[in-house]
């Protein structure tokens, strides 16, 4: 088996361990210092000691934290640009426990978590791979700095070769694990930074990880293109009365637990492409709204589901929505009404069971409206006093918006209101007209295959929510729709659609493979991450490069 000059091979393992062991946690300090200390590293390469100008640190507008964007250009000919992008940001590591000072000492930690495994006996696949020597640990290893480190290591090959030919751009992002502030705001700066410098981008790479429980097969892969997120968010409003007489009104928290119960890994909101499964729909919250405890029936509930697409749009998502939530209400009347006859109770289910309505967002905002003209001024205003409270996330935000415009509308309970709670994630799909790049980038996949004795497949989707949503094209009308359908768009999520959704660079995932990614035995494939991604990424740039 053939493999990459150990210097190019090394550089990128002795890279990854640094990038990991400087803690980067999403939303710390240490997320905003680091980019100033990676911009420190990228700026000892030669190329950039004569040329400091294509190394630029761009802070994030008006970011509380004072976060910033790593782009790091090395010049060859013409215009023809690849770009590598990847997060540095990391999850926390609390749940290292009493190991979490070494939580981004590789090197260290690996010994440490194979004596807790052999001590514990639990979790051998784990152990087997940690003792095989072909699995590193630590956190953000493998999501993503190996991807990062790679990335450099492939940029720094570039800058020393004096015949290169294009342009490679390194894109480092912060706060892909919060909202994608970092990588919004780059996509707003990027079309300005490539026409300021004359580039044309044909193709990003961006370097984030997959997740393999086998031999890798499966994370030996190239995506083609990425999973969007909807969070499908409902406001359910029942009717009040003392919980001495259930029946004479109607439980906001039973309605809900009847909804989460029919959308719960629902196939109907589920997409399956090529046999590529997108994650089903899960609960990932739910709460009454009740401020202290007393005998009154729950009024509201506010749940909220991951809802992850492929094709389909944010309008067909509600209206999936909207007819599983008919099931799920129709059912709770019909159970109410049996309950109530085997009861023999005095009071039966009021007629408030029977069609209870089921609405958007957006005809909700038209009910206040209609009752009250100035509501979009002062619901706008509550939700910039919203946006500033740091503390509050988005669903939350949601939340609280949802409730203001219910009771502005005038209506009564209840009711179930469907929204979409925080910021979409636009699908993203590889262009049919990019047919010869796309060629270009499997003949790439093909060579390195070949070279080091393994499969590297493709797929039409990266798996995961990921910073390639605000790169690649997507489509705006459906973006859209769901912006009308977010109470805390143009408030908490300020994103214009107006001049362009994203660069709409055609975009692909080429990253590490490994396992267990946000736990404490995150661990990423060595081999494959320190010698066939960084060949591969090699590959991949001198072919498109020199594609015409």
Not at 350 to 362: D, K, Q, V
Not at 388 to 407: H, I, K, Q, V, Y
Request: proline share 7%; glycine share 8%.
């Amino acid at each position: 088996m053939d493999h990459l000059p150990a210097s190019l091979s090394q550089r990128a393992r002795a890279l990854a361990l640094q990038l990991t062991a400087w803690p980067s946690v999403t939303g710390t300090p240490d997320e905003a210092a680091f980019a100033g200390r990676l911009a420190g590293l990228l700026g000892a390469i030669p190329y950039f000691k004569d040329r400091p100008g294509d190394l630029v640190v761009a802070p994030i507008p008006g970011d509380p934290l004072g976060r910033a964007n790593v782009l790091a250009l090395v010049r060859g000919t013409g215009s023809r640009t690849v770009m590598l992008s990847g997060h540095f940001d990391v999850v926390p590591t609390d749940d290292y426990g009493a190991l979490k000072p070494l939580a981004g000492e590789a090197e260290a930690l690996l010994p440490r978590l194979i004596e807790a495994l052999r001590a514990s006996g639990d979790n051998p696949q784990a152990l087997a791979d940690l003792t095989s020597g072909s699995f590193l640990p630590g956190r953000g290893l493998l999501d993503m700095k190996a991807g990062v480190a790679a990335g450099i290591a492939v940029l720094e090959a570039f800058a020393a070769d004096p015949a290169r030919e294009g342009n490679l751009l390194l894109l480092a992002t912060p706060d892909e694990e919060d909202r994608s502030a970092g990588m919004r705001a780059a996509a707003d700066l990027l079309p300005g930074f490539l026409a300021e410098r004359g580039l044309s981008v044909p193709l990003d790479i961006n370097l984030d990880a997959i997740c393999d429980e086998g031999d890798g097969e499966t994370g030996r892969v190239v995506a083609f293109g990425c999973i969007g997120k909807l969070l499908l968010s409902a406001l359910v409003v029942g009717r009040e009365s003392h919980a001495a007489y259930p029946l004479a009104g109607v439980n906001a928290a039973y309605l809900a637990a009847e909804l989460i119960a029919e959308i719960e890994c629902s196939p109907d909101l589920s997409e399956s492409t090529d046999g590529e499964l997108a994650a089903p729909p899960t609960v990932l919250g739910a709460r009454d709204l009740k401020s202290q405890y007393n005998v009154t029936l729950p009024g509201t509930v506010w749940a909220y589901w991951n809802v992850l697409i492929h094709r389909r749009k944010a309008g067909e998502v509600l209206d999936v929505a909207k007819g599983l939530a008919r099931r799920a209400l129709d059912r709770a009347a019909t159970r109410m009404t049996e309950r109530a006859g085997r009861l023999g109770t005095p009071v039966a289910p009021t007629r408030a069971w029977t069609e209870i309505p089921i609405l958007t967002f957006a005809e909700l905002r038209e009910a206040a409206l209609a009752r009250s003209p100035d509501f979009d001024a002062r619901f706008a205003a509550v939700g910039e006093s919203l946006a500033a409270e740091g503390g509050l996330d988005f669903p939350t935000r949601s939340r609280l918006l949802m409730e203001e415009a219910w009771t502005a509308s005038g209506l009564a309970g209840p009711a179930l209101v469907l929204c979409f709670g925080s910021m979409p994630y636009p699908a993203i799909h590889w262009p049919e007209e990019a047919a010869p790049l796309r060629a270009a980038i499997e003949a790439a996949m093909r060579e390195i295959a070949a070279e080091h004795g393994c499969s590297i497949r493709s797929t039409h989707y990266f798996p995961a929510i990921a910073d390639m949503s605000f790169v690649g094209p997507v489509d705006e009308a459906d973006l859209k729709e769901a912006a009308r359908q977010t109470p805390i768009w143009g408030t908490s999520i300020r994103w214009d659609l107006a001049g362009g959704a994203t660069p709409a660079i055609p975009i692909v995932n080429i990253g590490p493979w490994g396992r267990d990614y946000h736990h404490w035995l995150e661990r990423a494939h060595a081999p494959y991450a320190f010698e066939v991604l960084p060949a591969l990424l090699q590959a991949v740039v001198r072919r498109v490069l020199a594609a015409a």
